[in-house]
């Protein structure tokens, strides 16, 4: 239960925050940049801890664990730095790559939800080839630290936060059906008895 809490948490303030950075584009780089670096950051230890509770029903899962330790390295980074060490396009080139790690990262773990019948893993899949478009456009365009970086980096982080929250349903269904089937097979088991 803790881990759909963090994911739907992550989730939610990753949305609010991609949703500042269209909006306030211009707005102090510094702040939104330390602001992103303590989402990373933990978005990181949740991914960690979501990887290791999700590798007992989802093969792919442990992928995952990269991911996390990736976020956590990264949000550091934009936590402890003074953003005078970050000179020119380094902040573009940092949320560029994180944008398209996450979307590679979703588009592997779609496959793993694949595997696990979840009806719903091409959603998943779209985001995470989105998350790569959109790293590699703000790459391309690392030197402009401006208005259009931040919008995409901005749709970047909703369509990670948007998937978080598919993350969450599939999870819920899968451990329902799992459920069911268990239930039945309790059921079997008692009518063998009884016979």
Not at 158 to 187: D, H, L, S, T, Y
Request: with cysteine; proline share 1%.
């Amino acid at each position: 239960m803790k881990v759909k809490v963090n994911l739907i948490l992550t989730a939610v303030i990753m949305i609010a925050v991609g949703v500042l950075f269209v909006i306030y584009p211009k707005a102090s780089l510094g702040t939104l940049t330390w602001l992103l670096g303590v989402l990373i950051l933990a978005s990181g230890c949740f991914t960690i801890l979501f990887s290791l509770k999700a590798q007992k029903i989802l093969p792919n899962a442990s992928s995952s664990t990269l991911l996390g330790v990736f976020q956590i390295m990264l949000g550091s980074l934009f936590v402890l730095s003074h953003f005078d060490l970050l000179k020119d396009n380094a902040i573009g080139v940092l949320f560029g790559t994180w944008v398209m790690y996450e979307g590679l990262s979703l588009v592997v773990s779609s496959f793993g939800y694949k595997k696990a019948t979840f009806k719903h893993w091409w959603v998943m899949l779209l985001f995470g080839l989105l998350n790569v478009v959109l790293g590699y456009v703000a790459l391309l365009n690392a030197d402009a630290i401006g208005t259009a970086l931040a919008v995409i980096v901005g749709l970047g982080i909703v369509c990670n936060g948007v998937m978080r929250i598919v993350a969450f349903i599939a999870i819920a269904r899968i451990e329902k059906r799992v459920k069911q089937q268990a239930e039945a097979v309790q059921e079997m088991l008692g009518e063998k008895e009884e016979a």
